[in-house]
């Protein structure tokens, strides 16, 4: 296990992680299921599927996040091999968090729908965060890397976009109790931080070598 710890691992190890990882993603939408099944997705079904898809959609983004900051932290760089994987799934959740509002919740009634969005300023935030996502999806392969090259990266940066609206999403959405929101919109803030301070490290490096240079 320490061996494990201080090396990184091998691509036979790696691809076990990554078998691993999916079938934990999978779990949420199994307890889904499991709970739809034994009839036990509480007295407001609709809505606990909602929460429960748009709560894992956020989570596995942040996950996805984080991937970057722990590589500039430990230098390991192995898990950037997981956002793929992770990014899809939080675009799996989000897809089933607006399927569960179009099609249970509101019938694919779109006068309805357009008067909630009119009605409640958070639908039209989460729905603009679900809307970021779909370019980000779309190009996740590597031949969309190899085509867009430098503006692939500019492109998946909006991450963090979709990540401040989705955390704002939720926040209106809990109105007054809101510990959970915060907690995440702390945990995005320190992510975004970390990534600050490398550039800017990385940046003030170069500016003096380029004083150096030129002495």
Known sequence: MLAFLKNSPSKKQITWIKVIVFLVCLIPLLRLVWLGFADNLT???IEFIERSTGFWALFILLATISLTPIRLLTGRVWQIQLRRMLGLFMFFYVCLHIITYVWLDFAFDWLDITKDIAKHPRILVGFAAFLLTVPLALTSSNSMMKRLRERWKQLHQMVYIVAILAI?????????????PL???CILMVLFGIR?????????KS?????INNL
């Not at 704002?168 to 959970?180: C, S, T």
């Open 43 to 45: 007295a407001n079904p």
């Open 168 to 180: 704002v999403h939720f926040w209106w959405l809990v109105k007054k109790d809101i510990r959970e």
């Open 183 to 185: 907690l995440y919109a």
């Open 196 to 204: 600050i301070y490398y550039k800017y490290m990385k940046n003030h």
């Open 207 to 211: 500016i003096n070598s380029t004083q």
